[in-house]
C-alpha cells in the first residue's frame, strides 16, 4: 500500500516505521532512545542547531527524567518542532522542485 501512497503519505509512513522499530512494547521510547533517535535518523535537520535557544531547550527537556517515556505524538511534535527551526528548513524553501 506505501508503493501507491502519495510522498507525504510514504514520509509519515516512514516516520511512524522507524519510531515503531526503535518503541517498546507499549508504543514508547525513553527519553534517553528519542534523543538518540533524532541524532541518527533526523542529524540533518539538527545538524548546527546545537546554539539555538529553543534546540537547547528540546534536548534539555530530553536529557532530563529519564523515567518519563514519549509517545508517537509527542514524538512528531517533537520533529516539527525541530525542522520548523532547522537551517535545512530554509534551503528545502529555497529549491524548486519540477512536477
Avoid at 45 to 60: A, D, L, T, V
Amino acid at each position: 500500500a506505501l508503493g501507491k501512497g502519495s510522498a507525504l503519505e510514504k514520509a509519515f509512513a516512514t516516520a511512524a516505521l522507524v519510531y515503531n522499530n526503535s518503541a517498546d512494547p507499549e508504543g514508547k521510547l525513553s527519553k534517553a532512545e528519542t534523543k538518540n533517535l533524532l541524532q541518527t535518523q533526523f542529524g540533518g535537520f539538527i545538524r548546527g542547531q546545537e546554539n539555538k535557544p529553543k534546540y537547547q531547550e528540546i534536548i534539555s527537556a530530553l536529557d532530563e527524567e529519564l523515567e518519563n517515556k514519549i509517545d508517537f505524538e509527542d514524538f512528531m511534535v517533537l520533529l516539527v518542532s525541530l525542522t520548523l527551526m532547522s537551517d535545512l528548513l530554509q534551503e528545502i524553501k529555497n529549491m524548486k522542485t519540477t512536477k
